[in-house]
C-alpha cells in the first residue's frame, strides 16, 4: 500500500521572499504542483500537512477541499 504523503507548500509574494507567504496549498509528497493547479516554487517554504489548521486565513481554499477528500479523516477538523 502507497502512503500519499501530504505537505503545505507555500505561495510566495511578488519578491520571492520566503517570509512573504500569500498563502498555503497542499502539494503531495514532494510536488511543485499544489491540488488546485497552481505552480509552486521549490524554494517556497514547506511544512507538514497537519498545521492545515494553524492558520486558516492564509489558506487555499480549493487544497483544502481536494486535501479533505483525500485524507478521509482529520483529527481536530470535523466541521466540513
Ligand atoms: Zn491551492
New binding site residues.
Partial sequence: MVIMIHQMRA?TGPTGATDSVV????VRDADLT?????ELAADAPLQDATRWTVDPDH??????A?FLRETPYLPDEHTG
Fill in positions: 505561495e498563502s498555503w496549498h497542499i499544489a491540488l488546485c493547479g497552481r489558506n487555499c481554499h480549493t487544497c483544502g481536494l
